[in-house]
């Protein structure tokens, strides 16, 4: 692939730069990856300070890369990132895809429930319910609790994917669409479970598994280099000073055995203070809410409503113009043409915009073509449009009585010279309201272009309203710029629709 760093020279190339570019995602939260509460341009999350500490022992600096979390190994066949780290689970498949470091956490699954819910207070209630009615357990689409529901439960649970962690938890909590538990990564639990007093741990924690860093198959000395700085965080105690400030450090991890004093012995468990004697500042979930959330967190919205605006007044004349040209092709070109023009419309119309974004930004480099995020996020959302701005203008086109085409004809014009000064004129106007609506309907579609890592609004909404807690005031705030984008839009065309209504009356 034309993207990807040889495997002799990713190691070369990340000293030469000076950074180690390490992939996660933000909306996940803590206590992986989150901007602090107190600062919201800093991140925090053990992963941030392993990274830290990993770029460190390579001679580099960290710089992180967000991206969305189900698509990270494909940025790394981008190369986009040289590694990711967050909270991806060792399997097989993995590692028979990508490098797998050694791990440097090692989790379990914490089954939850309500504290009120006297019917699930064991795994055996999961297995034989009291009341015979399977259990409706949230997980995290594609996570190590959903696989694991699946293999030992196939038929006595009804498993609920949701996309958020937190989100499964609230959900429980709410008792959402009668959802009876969640099974959450430990990890996860132990982060946030003072921000969810009504759900309780249910029984022993199971299902034990490994986060790995991945990186390129073929990128062996960077692999090996990252298992020697992974190891010396564990031998040296800073793995667990890190794990301890988030209170995830625990008898699991400990028995893994590696930690060595300063002498070089073997410390065994008397790890209760770092190497100075003072006890870690404790990292836990802090909710955010009111005024403060909007003053701290506000700014962020705004800055991502720009890249809304952005997307869209760049995609959208380019959609026009596209619209403009398959409509004119399918209308007046030779049949041959006309049915490419065809074709076209009813495959980009056919097929959903995530698959399209996908297909610009993810296969395009498996044949050398890689496009920049943005500009992939503009011309995926411009040829979408594009079909809808065809079958617009193939209307208005048609809407123009045939009688003017042959009286421009008749005084000498050439066809594409009576459609450029009489007929496009006059099919212009009458599109404009419906290319208006499309507009707007072009602003709210660019959320879907976070699955290729381009921030905008609604992911940014969903980043700082996880890591907060502040759902409804950044929601409502989030839906304030919305409008604020849309609105005027939604003004012009009604203007527009009622002066066309007039002309057509006088």
Do not use: C, F
């Given at each position: 692939m034309a993207a990807r760093c040889s495997a002799d020279d990713t190691l070369d190339k990340i000293r030469q730069r000076g950074t180690l570019i390490w992939g996660a995602d933000q909306e996940g939260g803590g206590p992986f990856v989150l901007p602090s509460a107190d600062d919201p341009n800093r991140l925090i999350g053990f992963e941030v300070e392993l990274a830290d500490y990993i770029a460190a022992q390579l001679g580099v600096k960290a710089e992180f890369y967000q991206g969305q979390w189900d698509k990270l190994p494909d940025l790394l066949g981008r190369g986009d990132i040289d590694i990711v780290l967050n909270g991806y689970e060792w399997t097989p498949q993995r590692a028979t895809e990508l490098g797998t470091s050694i791990p440097y956490y090692i989790y379990e699954l914490q089954l939850l429930g309500r504290k009120g819910d006297a019917s699930l207070r064991s795994w055996t209630d999961v297995e034989t319910p009291p009341d015979g009615r399977k259990k409706r357990i949230a997980v995290l689409g594609g996570s190590a609790a959903q696989q694991y529901l699946e293999e030992h439960f196939p038929t006595q649970v009804e498993i609920v994917n949701f996309d958020g962690a937190t989100d499964a938890m609230r959900g429980v909590e709410l008792s959402l669409d009668g959802l009876d538990g969640n099974l959450q990564d430990g990890p996860v639990w132990t982060y946030f479970q003072d921000g969810f007093p009504e759900l309780v741990g249910?029984?022993?924690?199971?299902?034990?598994?490994?986060?790995?860093?991945?990186?390129?198959?073929?990128?062996?000395?960077l692999l090996s280099e990252i298992n020697r700085a992974?190891?010396?965080?564990?031998?040296?105690?800073?793995?667990r000073q890190?794990?301890?400030?988030?209170?995830?450090?625990?008898?699991?991890?400990?028995?893994?055995?590696?930690?060595?004093?300063?002498d070089g012995s073997f410390v065994g468990d008397d790890v209760r203070t770092d190497a100075s004697g003072a006890t870690q500042p404790l990292e836990t979930y802090k909710a955010v809410r009111g005024w403060k959330v909007i003053r701290q967190r506000g700014g962020f919205l705004i800055a991502a409503a720009a890249v809304t605006v952005a997307l869209a007044i760049v995609a959208m004349p380019l959609a026009v113009f596209v619209g403009l040209l398959i409509s004119l092709v399918r209308l007046y070109g030779p049949r041959w043409l006309s049915w490419l023009a065809?074709?076209?419309?009813?495959?980009v119309r056919g097929t959903p915009l995530v698959l399209q974004l996908y297909v610009i930004f993810f296969l395009l480099p498996e044949i050398g073509l890689s496009i920049h995020a943005f500009w992939a996020g503009v011309l995926g959302l411009a040829l979408n449009y594009s079909a809808y701005e065809a079958e617009i203008y193939r209307a208005g086109l048609q809407a123009i009585p045939r009688g003017q085409m042959e009286a421009a004809l008749s005084l000498g014009m050439s066809r594409w010279m009576a459609l450029r000064r009489v007929i496009l004129p006059q099919a212009t106007r009458l599109v404009i309201p419906p290319v208006t609506n499309d507009f707007i309907a072009l602003f709210k579609d660019t959320a879907v272009c976070s699955v290729i890592t381009v921030v905008e609004l609604s992911k940014q909404y969903y980043i700082h309203a996880r890591s907060t807690g502040a759902v409804i005031e950044l929601g409502i705030l989030t839906a304030i710029l919305y409008l604020a984008m849309s609105y005027p839009?939604?003004?012009?065309?009604?203007?527009l629709e009622r002066r066309m209504k007039q002309e057509r009356h006088t």
């Open positions: 249910v029984g022993d924690p199971v299902g034990r598994g490994y986060y790995v860093a991945l990186m390129r198959k073929e990128d062996q000395r992974i190891l010396s965080a564990l031998q040296d105690g800073s793995l890190i794990l301890a400030k988030y209170r995830i450090w625990n008898a699991v991890q400990s028995r893994r055995a590696l930690e060595v004093g300063s065809v074709g076209y419309i009813e495959l839009l939604s003004l012009l065309a009604g203007r």
